[in-house]
């Protein structure tokens, strides 16, 4: 099996998810993923839960986050850890960029 270890921005492309988000997934293999995430200001991720533990940072903009019962007021630099099937969505309140990533790989990202 060849493991494939560089993902040029080139070679991604940006998806338009809808609704003010798009998301360009960038290095990964079966174990874990990188994608990079973009908000519109006012763009909102319904809550929802996967399997998938995630980690995600602030490159930009300022967000509000729930995660379980808890929302965080986040911003460029902070971070934020969701466990597997935990609820969990976010409000844009400025525009900016997350940097979302997923162990193990999200195949419907692909």
Same mark, same amino acid.
């Given at each position: 099996m060849t493991v494939k270890n560089y993902f040029p921005a080139t070679g991604n492309t940006l =998806?338009? $998810?809808?609704?003010?988000?798009?998301?360009?997934? /960038?290095? +990964?293999?079966?174990?874990?993923?990188? =994608?990079? $995430?973009?908000f519109e200001t006012g763009?909102?991720? /319904?809550? +929802?839960?996967?399997?998938?533990?995630?980690?995600?940072?602030?490159?930009?903009?300022?967000?509000?986050?729930?995660?379980?019962?808890?929302?965080?007021t986040v911003s460029a630099g902070d971070s934020l850890y969701k466990q597997p099937n935990i609820e969990h969505g976010a409000t844009c309140l400025e525009a900016g960029t997350l940097l979302d990533i997923f162990t193990p790989h999200r195949a419907d990202f692909l």
């Amino acid at each position: 099996m060849t493991v494939k270890n560089y993902f040029p921005a080139t070679g991604n492309t940006l =998806v338009d $998810v809808g609704g003010g988000l798009t998301r360009k997934v /960038a290095a +990964h293999n079966d174990n874990v993923m990188c =994608v990079e $995430v973009h908000f519109e200001t006012g763009t909102v991720a /319904a809550l +929802h839960s996967h399997p998938h533990e995630q980690i995600t940072y602030v490159i930009s903009g300022k967000f509000a986050f729930t995660v379980g019962t808890e929302t965080y007021t986040v911003s460029a630099g902070d971070s934020l850890y969701k466990q597997p099937n935990i609820e969990h969505g976010a409000t844009c309140l400025e525009a900016g960029t997350l940097l979302d990533i997923f162990t193990p790989h999200r195949a419907d990202f692909l």
